[in-house]
């Protein structure tokens, strides 16, 4: 049996995670000084606001964090916590009612916040997609929802539609509702013309007005497939759960994202990071370990950014007996670009699998068919997002990083590959066995008395050979085996003196090989 690889131990583990952690805040404290000895320029620059925190200021330059914190505190958060007020309510008292009267207040509460003119715009663009998904084209389906969506761009439109509020955050909040309610046309039209719902068109029209303005995913999402959205809302109502307490649930998801609120706005009272950011000549200014952590701040607070704003709206659509997708994953132990697109956003990449990708081919018919799916995707997304030139280069970027991720994947997955590289690996340990065990005994004999050498070099022979085992054939693995026991006891015999060498030893040694 081929070995697998052993845990490493906790006092490397440990290690790790103290080298880790510590180099994060010590980069922070590098650039949290170098924001505050920079302050009086910053503060007349990008006027910096004065701080929830007393003796500290509040850099305001994320335009996101700003714009959501602000209709938070105006009606937005008001607005969200009576809809999960009626919706425990009407669980309760009228489960049969629940969905028509979140319904009524969602819609409600969308016209108090965009006007009425604002929620004409949104339901002319309903009445389109409904029309035009009732002939089951998807072609035509997509043609008219781009076309929808491409309204935001059109200038003339544009000077309308600013005209309409006293403010541009209201007029970018209609934007918001525009852009994600275009996804839910989408999802809408699509999945009607694959398997529409068991009901008349008056039904139909209900549930797409009840989905396009449900209120906790209304302005930013999360986004749910209508898929998803009715059949679990019809479920919950036939389940009804109005009875359960959800009084520790609630303290406790409100508890995070009130925790994680405090942390994001900490991190813009003690960093200046986008002021910072937005001005080339304190980046170059910056010295190497506040410029790191110039960097790592920026992700890190868009993490937490996105905890919050996808947090509340995810606790409300569960306890309407939603099924969120999963909030961002870290960013610090994301690695690769794919992890990044599938991970972070799950709804937005669940959206993406659903109509742009599998309709197109995929990875079903072949690498140019998934190379061409993966183009679509990404350039979709670059349209939604607004299609400015920057997001052209981020999504050529990103999209280049996923293919050659998966070119990398499919190429050492090949099972010819595979054998040709295992038996070069097994070739090279047999003709060098001689040269190599002459080279690291005395260097094991020298290290004897020095833990940190007998722990490095041991870890270093585990992985090679434990990537050989796994990977050869019985005959190969059992050969790999009998070399790794002749080379350790006619040569490493010598740390067994070590308690702790030895453990570690053990560990490392592949189970089909006999003890030292």
Known sequence: MPSRLSPLPWPEIFVYWLLSLGSHFY???QLHKFSKEHEAGLQREFQLENGLFKGFKRDPSDFEWSFWTEWAKKSLLWTLVGHGVLSRLAAIFHPKLKVLALTVFDFLAASSLLGFKG??????QLSVAFSVAQLRKPSLTWIAN???LSTIHIQPLQHIQRGWYSTEEEYYLLLFSIAVCGLRFISFSLEHCWSPLECGRVAQLFWLFSYTFYHPFFYNGPIITFKAYSEQMRKSVDENSGQESVFGYVLVRSARVILWWILAEYMI???YMHSIHSNETYVEMLPPWALGGLALALVQFFYVKYLVLFGLPSMLATLDGLVPPKLP????IMHSFTGMWRYFDEGLYRW?????YVPLGGSRHGPLSKVFSTSVAFAFVCFWHGGQDYLRYWALMNWAGVLVENAIRSLFGS???HAVVVSFLIKALNSSRAAATDQISPLILQGRKSLATQVVLLHLIKQAVDRLCKSADSRQTH???SNWHDITVSRLHPINGNFFARFLWESARPQNSPKL
């Not at 929620?119 to 002319?124: E, K």
């Not at 994953?329 to 610090?332: I, L, T």
């Not at 993406?352 to 742009?356: A, V």
């Open 415 to 417: 099972s010819r590959l």
């Open 119 to 124: 929620v004409g715009v949104l339901l002319l």
């Open 329 to 332: 994953r870290c960013v610090s």
């Open 479 to 481: 050969w790999a085996s």
């Open 146 to 148: 781009l076309l929808l």
């Open 352 to 356: 993406l699998i659903r109509y742009i």
């Open 27 to 29: 980069s922070f404290y």
């Open 269 to 271: 009272h003690v960093m």
